[in-house]
């Protein structure tokens, strides 16, 4: 079967804590909907657990949906280091999220770190939504955190850029990440990505891993009717994790929809 995702690559999954340490900026904003709409809570395209290992720890019902094999390894690797009952309180399933059925319904699903751009495109997406939907019961809700569409739409094509280095505590090797845009279509709304780690070795040479990733985007409005169609009645637009109003100045777009 062919990969949907980088994400599925063994090499590509084990730079991604290390990529993401530190990234927690979130995790407030999803404990606070949790305590406003209950548990249990799901977490699409879910990864390492970086976002449900922590709402766990805090007494949360939490189901963790990825479709890569590897990214959550590594989340049952760390859940195994967790408290017995904070063990107990997740379920890690592997699925793809814009395909998926689950024997239980949720209060609150999320889809956080703008991960709705990995599904190729708003069929997929909206596909997504509504099996999200199918899970909620009336005043539920889903969370999809995402980048603006203009955001997207306007970076530089074919620089070079290091964005991260340092030495990584899993393997004591000092690691680069380089991200570089390929191409943007805009009227696909699709920015593809070639995300390159390159580790140093001990013998002074240097070990690259190069992946590809396509990202699909969508405007405000599209994800309105989107989520108007996956029968969201109450949608409010953030532009940020502390509510913020979203503007044109916003680094993020996070929809807020209820049933
Ligand atoms: C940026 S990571 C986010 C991980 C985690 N939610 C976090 O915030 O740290 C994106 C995740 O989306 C997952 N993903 C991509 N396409 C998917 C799909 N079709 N269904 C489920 N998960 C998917 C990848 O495997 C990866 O774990």
Redesign the pocket.
Known sequence: MNP??A??ARDYARF?DWT?EGTIEDIPFYLAAAGEHGSPVL??????G??TIPLAREGLEVIG????AE?LRIAKEKLSKERPEVRARVRLIE????DFALDEAVSLAFI??A?LF??SGQEEQSSCLSCASKHLGPGGALIVDLIPADRMANQAVGETREIGRSVSPSTGLLTRELNKKLSIDKEAQQVTVEHTYVEQLPDESEKRYVFVEHYTWVTEDQMRGLLAEAEFTKVEVFGGYEREPFTDASERMIFVAVK
């Not at 699925?95 to 814009?98: P, Q, R």
């Open positions: 949907k995702t994400y599925q991604y993401y977490e699409l395209a879910c990864g390492t970086r976002i949906l990825d479709i890569s990214m699925a793809d999220m814009s956080p770190a991960s990995h599904l």
